[in-house]
């Protein structure tokens, strides 16, 4: 099957693998601990695991975005630091 | 007790949507994605130019003008048509030979396909032969809509609320349907007042419906292309250049595939972002009003 129409590049591939690792990996954590482990937390309403996967990938994005509005010079690097930190805040807390 | 089974065997069930989702939507996004970091002339050639597309549409004012115009136009439109569409709803018979009446009297601007309205509201604004355009020019109103921003605006408007107020109208009055009679029944005993009635039974039993109205609004007029394409091409100048036009303009207009799909990611995010706020907002309310209302 000739994919050359869809312009792959490593990065690109690179980021499509990491997000599908993601989901395999949220696979095997509910079918090892089903129920999706709801909480209430500083959203103040109930979120699954599934949930605060979605909030970090959106907030994640948003937070690159900002960036390159904000720092078009300064490394996307820093912006992806950011975001990691706001996953682990989203986990911890939301 | 009887022991729920448990059959993961199931999610084989979903593979056919799954794949036909992939095929429709997954692998055009993932080429969206790999587009928005290359530049082409053609050819199935591409060349990596990194974030520069992203850069350069964040800081464009082209792409903020199309924006807060596509943000102002779902922000009116749901203003209007979601009270509209609740008192529409009310309104309606519940009984009778009225009901199927103004059923189908409701659906049949939604059976029109939305070139069609389009062309429809382009000929009756018209105000040479028009009869909206015309009638109001001999009424002494300033109305062109090819050349008087405000009045294209108006009339997208007009055309959108004609056109989609009545699935607001069948969805709430789907609502309405399902309540009871007991409650309506407690609430004259309790000598409750109609906009006691509406605030405590109806609007809490239409939450639900009320959502997916509008989710589905905000969705369909935030990508709203077809009708003002038809009316207006976007003009006079770029006053109703909505961010779906603008895009199609710099995909197909011009060509220029890596700017238009770094565009439509952004288009995306933003898309997602407010329909996962609406659904989290409403389906709490919802939750809330169930736990501690009626």
């Known amino acids: 099957m000739n994919l050359s129409w869809m312009a792959w590049t490593l990065p690109t591939a690179i980021f499509f693998i990491t997000i599908f690792c993601i989901l395999v990996t949220m696979t095997i954590w509910e079918y090892k601990s089903p129920g999706g482990d709801p909480r209430v937390g500083v959203l103040r309403f109930e979120t699954t695991r599934g949930d605060r996967v979605f909030v970090s990938l959106l907030g994640s994005a948003f937070i690159h975005i900002i960036w390159l509005a904000l720092f078009p010079s300064i490394s996307l690097w820093c912006a992806f630091a950011i975001a990691l930190i706001y996953v682990c805040a989203v986990f911890k807390w939301v | ?294």
């Open chain 2, 1 to 294: 007790m009887i022991e729920k089974q448990v059959n993961q065997k199931a999610w084989f069930m979903v593979l056919p949507v799954f794949l036909l989702v992939a095929f429709s939507a997954i692998i055009p996004l993932m080429t969206v994605v790999n587009y928005a970091f290359q530049d082409t002339f053609g050819s199935n050639q591409f060349y990596w130019v990194g974030l520069d597309w992203f850069k350069e549409i964040i800081h464009s004012e082209r792409f903020h003008d199309a924006f807060f115009r596509q943000v102002a136009f779902s922000a009116i439109i749901l203003t209007i048509e979601i009270p509209l569409g609740v008192a529409i709803a009310l309104a309606m018979p519940k009984k009778g030979w009225g009901v199927p009446v103004c059923l189908i009297s409701m659906a049949l601007p939604l059976l029109i396909p939305w070139n069609v309205v389009g062309t429809i509201w382009q000929i009756f604004a018209r105000v040479d032969i028009g009869l909206l355009g015309h009638t109001l020019t001999q009424l002494g109103i300033n109305y062109n809509y090819t050349q008087d921003p405000v009045a294209a605006w108006i009339t997208i408007i007009v055309m959108d609320v004609w056109h989609w107020t009545s699935l607001v109208v069948l969805l709430s009055y789907a609502g309405l349907s399902s309540i009871p009679d007991v409650y309506y029944q407690a609430a004259k005993i309790d000598g409750a007042s109609k906009i006691s009635i509406f605030r405590y039974i109806q609007l809490p039993k239409m939450q639900r419906v009320l959502l997916i109205a509008v989710l589905l609004r905000f969705m369909d007029s935030f990508m709203i292309y077809t009708e003002p394409f038809v009316i207006t091409g976007g003009g006079p100048g770029n006053s109703t250049t909505f961010m779906s036009i603008d895009l199609v303009k710099m995909a197909i207009g011009q060509f220029d595939l890596g700017p238009a799909a770094a565009m439509s990611l952004l288009y995306f995010l933003v898309i997602l972002l407010l329909s996962w706020v609406f659904y989290t907002v409403m389906s709490n309310i919802g939750e809330e009003s169930s736990n501690g209302g009626v």
